[in-house]
């Protein structure tokens, strides 16, 4: 990449916000990720109770199954999550930064 | 108690993993006639497809990367088809069957890696690379080095797993197919030497494409046949379930009551996961960042279904296999209380395919588990043999100055050499414990390929030397550490007491390739890792927006 692109693309605004954007929800939802699961892996460690109880009295579903299920839905949710907002806005943004430079 | 946890441990990732799909002596079984017909159904098409596609592959490129034409979808079934070895399909249902959730625990344990890869490594790993991770690792670095460390990393980690999958395949095949354990590894090996020489990543693609179709399909029907039996109530087939087993299989068990070892297997499986380089490669395969996002939206997606209908397969086998004589291991019941199943727990879903469906849908299901095996061994192949051809070869030895063609010649015959390395390893390691083969690749992948991946991604200050020493620390630490842990110095060389408490070394060896790196990193203050410094703000920006990644090729 020449000195001249990789200045223009800096200081550009909008690769400022891509980054600054993206960065920011790409952790923020890493963040949660380990957070639901590492509650979940910990729970089982410190209070498997919690989760053996059952869900309402009689039956033998326990509460850990909808939320074992959940954190399987929860991962693909955050995917789905994440690939839609990257693949509008963000890539939004980053057409318009290859424009500016695609004379270069 | 602890080592209630630790046996259990080993043998849920022995289970799950796959490091041995079906432990210890396998009776052969009479030969199955079904299954060998819809197997040679598969072969048939799936040679034909290695036909087309070697018509397909005429550079260096279409053999690593299917030219970078694969859609996200197709990248994301493909993914899955990686990812979801006989032995997750066979060992986590047979988890379920045996501990009812501490199953679940495990399959969600491998699933969210998933998300992970997606935001943080697969938008700057297709922008930077061009056919394997060492691409990346070494984009500012000094080539040799790099490439070095990350080609090992990557030959060790598929090695080890290529030995696993080998010698689960040739005990699975042995049991469902009839064939002698020796005749079931030659032919796993030929056909993935087939469809990955003449093939390339176009057939493996497509191979791993099929498979996961087909594997997600009978996984459906099996399923919806049990639930159908329920009424599509789950209420009603747990209290079945638990009236046979008790109600402890609805509750966690003694899975992760250690702390420590829970977090260690969570950081082996979710960096691990992020550092397998067959996993890693299939990003290259899609034509843009937007393609590789997709691909990891899918794969999460049809995983987390696959692991969702391995929880209620494992339960259908509660309810429909353990108290049905035709399945059970009668003459066993003296010695234990209780019949076991036959051919071990990771039988329950080849059982319950039989009591479902008839001896025909036992025969697809048993196909399905042999398409699975070559779908798997032949992604990690083409994997192994990008690192020797492209990374070793091409970059360290020719230092770049290699015609494509050359390139893919060289590939081909790493392809051959790696698959007759499997074979021979598939059969000197029969007799063997391997349990510690597929944690170990884990160990590595986490602690030697991922941290040095990551930060060359994100990290300004990494130097070649940071990176080779940190990378190396690793890798030497998980290696020392699964020796001296309890399975290899206990279970394997027979010691009292394990010198390394502690199954997975992951927590630790991450750490220390972390630490390794940064401290050898800052320390640096040669030319050479200014310069490094410098170029991170071009890297940064290509791996920020795509500007000069590779493309798709024309045709």
Do not use: C
């Amino acid at each position: 990449m020449k000195k001249e692109m990789i200045e223009k693309i800096k200081n550009d605004p909008n690769y400022q916000e891509l980054v600054s954007k993206r960065s920011k929800f790409a952790i923020t939802l890493t963040i949660i990720m380990l957070v639901v699961y590492f509650a979940f892996i910990l729970t089982i460690a410190f209070e498997p109770a919690l989760l053996g109880a059952p869900l309402s009295s009689g039956s033998v579903t326990t509460v850990g199954i909808p939320v074992g299920m959940a954190v399987i839905l929860f991962a693909f949710i955050l995917t789905g999550i994440y690939t839609k907002r990257a693949n509008g806005e963000f890539d939004d943004l980053n057409n318009k930064i290859k424009d500016s430079v695609k004379d270069l | 108690m602890i080592n209630r946890i630790f046996l259990f441990l080993v043998l849920g990732a022995v289970a799950v993993l796959g490091a041995g799909a079906i432990e210890g002596e396998v009776a052969k079984q009479a030969l199955n006639v079904p299954a060998i017909v819809m197997f040679v159904i598969f072969v048939g098409a799936t040679l034909g497809i290695t036909y087309w596609a070697a018509k397909r592959t005429k550079s260096a490129k279409d053999f690593y990367t299917a030219g970078g034409g694969i859609t996200g979808f197709q990248n994301g079934m493909a993914i899955a088809g990686d990812y979801m070895s006989a032995a997750s399909f066979l060992g986590i249902s047979g988890l379920v069957y045996l501990n009812g959730y501490d199953g679940l625990i495990y399959s969600i344990g491998f699933l969210v890696g998933w998300p992970i890869i997606l935001f943080m490594i697969a938008e700057p790993l297709r922008n930077l690379g061009k056919y394997t991770f060492a691409d990346v690792a070494s984009y500012r670095l000094r080539q040799t080095p790099i490439r070095i460390l990350a080609a090992s990393g990557s030959i060790a980690t598929v090695i080890l797993y290529l030995i696993a999958q080998m010698v689960g395949s040739g005990k699975l095949i042995q049991l469902l197919f009839g064939l002698q354990y020796e005749v079931a590894v030659i032919i796993v090996g030929v056909l993935m030497i087939l469809y990955v020489t003449f093939g390339g990543m176009l057939a493996t693609t497509w191979v791993q494409i099929i498979k996961a179709f087909l594997l997600l399909s009978g996984a459906t029907f099996m399923a919806v046949a049990v639930m159908a039996h329920y009424n599509f109530n789950f209420g009603e087939l747990f209290a079945h379930a638990t009236e046979l087993k008790g109600i402890e299989i609805m509750s966690p068990g003694g899975l992760v009551s250690d702390p420590v070892s829970a977090i260690s297997l969570a950081v082996a499986l979710i960096f691990g996961v992020a550092g397998l380089p067959h996993i890693l490669m299939r990003f290259f395969t899609v034509g843009d960042a937007k393609e590789a996002r997709k691909s990891v939206f899918y794969a999460t997606g049809f995983i987390g279904y696959f692991y969702f209908l391995t929880f209620i397969i494992g339960f259908g086998a509660i309810v429909m296999v353990f108290q049905n004589p035709q399945y059970l291991d009668v003459a066993k019941q003296a010695i234990s209380g209780g019949a076991p199943i036959l051919g071990g727990n990771n039988m329950a879903a080849i059982h319950l395919s039989h009591a479902v469906g008839g001896d025909f849908f036992l025969g697809f299901i048993s196909a399905v588990a042999f398409a699975t095996i070559l779908a798997v061994v032949s992604g990690l192949t083409l994997a192994g043999a990008s690192a020797i051809s492209h990374d070793l070869y091409a970059s360290v030895i020719k230092k770049g100055q290699i015609d494509s063609i050359t390139e893919m010649k060289v590939s081909k015959v790493a392809t051959v050499g790696l698959g007759i390395i499997a074979i021979i390893m598939g059969i000197a390691f029969e007799q063997q414990n391997i349990a510690f083969v597929v944690g170990l690749a884990f160990a590595i992948a986490a602690s030697a390929n991922f941290p040095i991946l990551f930060l060359s991604m994100y990290w300004k200050g990494l130097t070649t030397r940071g990176a080779v020493i940190g990378g190396s620390l690793g890798l030497a630490t998980a290696v020392l550490l699964v020796i001296l842990g309890p399975i290899v110095w206990v279970d394997i060389f027979g010691n009292a007491e394990a010198i390394f408490p502690y199954k997975y070394p992951a927590l630790f060896s991450v750490i220390v390739a972390f630490v390794g790196t940064y401290i050898f990193s800052i320390t640096d203050n040669s030319q050479g890792a200014k310069d490094e410094a410098e170029a991170f703000e071009a890297q940064y920006i290509r791996a920020q927006t795509g500007i000069g990644a590779e493309g798709a090729s024309e045709h």
